[in-house]
């Protein structure tokens, strides 16, 4: 089973810099279903990207998913004031789902 | 609009049980994979639970296999989630998801949670 580790733990920046979160695979993720969400306080979780790079429908831009192997990143290039949530990364591969323990971008 | 509510969540002793419910609607139900992910207070998202469109292959995480029985009624648009011997630390919001079509289980839309609380 594959295990998640995203870094850091939280991320303190300003509106208008670039944010890079981290999401580490115990094992070379060979199927490229790495997916990340956006969760804001008392909401449920937002799908932003999937299948590593593709962002689904209605997510701006300035967010984008990259990596293969065992490192991936979700990088947002201006964060807007909305952008500041918990970020999670989860993985699918035989018949299992494994999330990460996210990451929290805050002000 | 795609739509997911849930319901039947609330406060069980340890080894009881609980059923929850998700109606769904919006979308053609019986054409999706669908999934639940829980989330502890405070705590991250943790995968419950998924099960294929025509309902026959549930798939579980390791700590609720044996206790937690997914299925879902494809003519009335529900999906369920049957706990049993129900542990402290099965407390959680309990979302049920839709999956985005080849996606690798991602999930498009959520609903907005049921709170399961396990205590005495």
């Known amino acids: 089973e594959i295990m998640l580790t995203q870094s850091p733990g939280t991320l303190s920046l300003s509106p208008g810099e670039r944010a890079t979160l981290s999401c580490r695979a115990s094992?070379?993720?060979?199927?490229?279903?790495l997916t990340w969400y956006q969760q804001k306080p008392g909401q449920a979780p937002r799908l932003l990207i999937y299948?590593?790079?593709s962002r689904a429908s209605g997510i701006p831009d300035r967010f984008s998913g990259s990596g293969s192997g065992t490192d991936f990143t979700l990088t947002i290039s201006r964060l807007e004031p909305e952008d500041f949530a918990v970020y999670y990364c989860h993985h699918y591969g035989s018949a299992r789902l494994t999330f990460g323990g996210g990451t929290r971008v805050e002000i | 609009d795609v739509q997911l509510l849930e319901s039947g969540g609330g406060l069980v002793q340890p080894g009881g049980s609980l059923r929850l419910s998700c109606v769904a609607s919006g979308f053609t139900f019986s054409n999706f994979i669908m999934g639940w992910v829980r989330q502890a207070p405070g705590k991250g998202l943790e995968w419950v639970s998924v099960?294929?469109?025509?309902?026959?292959?549930?798939f579980y995480a390791d700590s609720v296999k044996g206790r937690f029985t997914m299925s879902r009624d494809n003519p009335k648009d529900t999906l369920f989630l049957q706990m049993n011997s129900l542990r402290a630390e099965d407390t959680a919001v309990y979302y049920c998801?839709?999956?985005?079509?080849?996606?690798?289980?991602?999930?498009?839309?959520w609903g907005q949670g049921t709170l399961v609380t396990v205590s005495s």
């Open positions: 094992q070379s993720v060979t199927n490229n279903y």
């Open positions: 998801a839709k999956e985005k079509p080849g996606s690798g289980w991602s999930f498009d839309y």
């Open positions: 099960i294929s469109a025509d309902g026959r292959s549930p």
């Open positions: 299948g590593t790079s």
